[in-house]
């Protein structure tokens, strides 16, 4: 299982903190995890097909053909901005 947490905006624009995607043959990277869940409807397609969009995985940043593996932690977030 992969638990997949969504931060800041993308967690309001989606209406959910956190959700668990079992982990599977189609879902190797973080790339086809944020395509699985694209999947959805439109509203996934739109906000996790943001240029800016970042990840995380299992608490580090990573690019999206980072590998995951059974029990990974994925995050998905906006650009941080200070201030």
Sequence with gaps: ????????QVRERLGCAQIEVPFNDEVTTAESLRQHLAQR??????VLSADKLLVAVDQTMCDWQTPLKDNT?????PPVTGG
């Design 41 to 46: 409807d439109e509203k996934w397609q739109q």
């Design 73 to 77: 932690e994925v995050a998905f977030f």
């Design 1 to 8: 299982m992969i638990t997949v947490l969504f931060f800041a």
